[in-house]
């Protein structure tokens, strides 16, 4: 049973360039979270999306970035115009339920670490 | 609005010691508090989970606790060894619609061999 997967890994882009950052949930869930992690800083939420809806995007940037989450295939984290401060570790989790109830556990996937040049 | 703060920042300690990290909280309204580890560029370890209504869990040698009214969560880790050596997160679920976690900044710990 395959857990979040993340990729690509690691991800190099110069200035200017886009970033599409994938995530496909655990089997059988249909909620995907971002959050991201800036160098020597927490985690922070960004973005909370069902397949086809996005649910909360209160922790987004409000240029640049944008998620989705498609009926078919990976949700995408996409970064347009990178700026170095975009460099960051971006990790995904999914969970089977919506919202916070019993048995909806989170799972993180193992990151994805984006360098701006 | 709801922050999350842990203390120490960094902590060393010899292997075989036993050790406590502190997570504190502004809004004791929480659903569950979760304890996670991540190792130097790898991704986020459940440790444990304490739903708002339970005091604490216990998991090998860690044992979590929560004090939903003071806002304060300890993580006590006995007879550390060195592939302890991570940061360790607490991480605080509000509840609701977005299940959302906020996290705090961490403690590095290292153990000594």
């Known amino acids: 049973n395959a857990g979040v997967m993340q990729n690509p890994r690691h991800l190099v882009r110069r200035r200017g360039q886009e970033a599409r950052l994938r995530c496909s949930p655990m089997?059988?869930?249909?909620?995907v979270y971002w959050y991201r992690q800036l160098p020597e800083e927490g985690l922070k939420f960004m973005v909370y999306?069902?397949?086809?809806?996005?649910?909360?995007e209160s922790g987004m940037p409000k240029e640049r970035f944008s998620a989705e989450f498609p009926k078919e295939g990976p949700s995408i984290l996409r970064i347009q115009q990178v700026v170095r401060g975009d460099s960051a570790a971006y990790f995904c989790?999914?969970?089977?339920?919506?919202?916070?109830?019993?048995?909806?556990?989170?799972?993180f996937g193992e990151g994805s670490w984006l360098t701006v040049v | 609005k709801q922050e999350v703060t842990q203390i120490p920042a960094a902590l060393s300690v010899p292997e075989g010691e036993n050790l406590v990290l502190n997570c504190s909280f502004t809004?004791?309204?929480?659903?569950?508090l979760q304890w996670f580890r991540q190792d130097p560029g790898k991704g986020l370890t459940s440790l444990l989970l304490?739903?708002?209504?339970?005091r604490e869990q216990t998991s090998g040698r860690l044992n979590a606790s929560l004090d939903k009214s003071s806002g304060r969560s300890t993580l006590y880790i006995a007879a550390s060894q060195p592939g302890d050596s991570a940061t360790y997160l607490c991480?605080?679920?509000?509840?609701?619609?977005?299940?959302?976690?906020?996290f705090g900044t961490g403690t590095l710990l290292a153990v000594q061999p």
């Open positions: 999306l069902q397949k086809e809806n996005i649910i909360d």
């Open positions: 991480a605080v679920n509000k509840g609701g619609a977005t299940n959302k976690l906020i």
């Open positions: 809004d004791s309204a929480i659903y569950n």
């Open positions: 989790a999914s969970s089977p339920l919506l919202g916070a109830q019993p048995g909806n556990t989170i799972y």
């Open positions: 304490i739903q708002s209504s339970q």
């Open positions: 089997k059988g869930h249909s909620h």
